[in-house]
């Protein structure tokens, strides 16, 4: 763990650390940000009890009072989840200036990552990364996930990059800030909703053993970065693709047409889905969450024993 006065590490998640036992990071933003309430909460919950499942100790990661949390308390995940108070979303750009104001923040990705990073993490689960959107060749939006990625040292599970991104675009850009993306028991990239995308992987593995033992030594290459492991969602949630696209379609132009912009596009859009989905996106999101949580503590446990 390296030092940081601002950081509090909960008492369990550090007895966990010190023991050389298994620890997952999860991020907030999805609670804040990307899923409404009640089901926030409840999947939050949810992830972190599959992480225990599984063997490990969850370590939801949040922004208050002037302090990077990890292990984030059951009072905590109930003020990120309630709108009213008005939660920041934190990339990690945001974290020096979030930490002087003493704001209450839900860390993205990015922000997890670093903050994970500093309390001697390895293993981080999520529903999908950001990436480049639609349109960046203009808009320049690409998330500060992969940025993050390419320089952090973390094993990250989720189900590829949210579908309303550009994801060949995605898949490119992870190549070239050398992000390896490998498949957890499939030969292409998953596109969150959806089992597939059409986008084949370089990489598989076929276990949680065999995905430890990649993590174990792509960590430990000297400057090592982040690396990827993708799943679809549970088989009985999976939506097909082109369902999925009229959905999208009909929320990016409604994003236009409402002038949402930067970090506000992720939550609008998935809210607009889930309604017009009649809640499906919404069932799907919570599961892949879930699983994804079960699968990094399958991986952080036998990453735990090498
Ligand atoms: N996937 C979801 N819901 C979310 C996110 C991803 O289904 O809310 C969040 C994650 O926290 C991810 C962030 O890191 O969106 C990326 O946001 P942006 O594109 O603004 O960088
Ligand atoms: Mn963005």
Partial sequence: ?????????????????????????????????GLPPPHN????????????GAGAVPATIAVEDGRLLVGAESAILERLADP???????????????????????TTVSATLRIAHLAGIRVLA??????????????FDVSSDIEELAVTPLAVVCSGAKSILDLP??????ETRRVPVIGL?????????????????????????????????????PGAGGLL????????????????DGWIAEALRAAAAAGVTAGRVTPFVLGRM???????????????????????????????GR
């Fill in 41 to 52: 909460l409840e999947a939050a919950r949810m992830a972190e009890e599959a992480v225990r």
């Fill in 126 to 139: 999520t529903g999908g990364i950001g990436g480049v959107h639609r349109g960046a060749a203009a808009s």
């Fill in 1 to 33: 763990m390296r030092h940081f006065d601002r950081l509090s590490v909960s008492a369990e998640v550090h007895a966990a650390l010190a023991a050389g036992r298994a620890v997952v990071a999860l991020e907030s933003s999805l609670i804040a940000q």
């Fill in 185 to 221: 028991r499939v030969g292409e990239l998953p596109a969150f909703y959806s089992a597939t995308s059409g986008l084949a992987l370089t990489h598989r593995v076929e276990s949680a053993d065999e995905a430890a033992a990649v993590v174990d030594l792509h960590l430990r290459l």
């Fill in 274 to 304: 889930a309604t017009s989905s009649g809640g499906r996106t919404l069932r799907t999101n919570i599961g892949l969450i879930v699983n994804n949580a079960r699968v990094a503590a399958e991986v952080a446990v036998a990453l735990s």
């Fill in 229 to 244: 492991f993708v799943q679809p969602p549970p088989a009985e949630l999976a939506i097909a693709g082109d369902e999925v």
């Fill in 169 to 174: 675009a995605t898949l490119e850009l992870l």
């Fill in 84 to 106: 009213e108070r008005g939660p920041a979303k934190a990339a990690s750009r945001d974290l020096g200036v979030l930490l002087a104001t003493g704001r209450l923040a839900a």
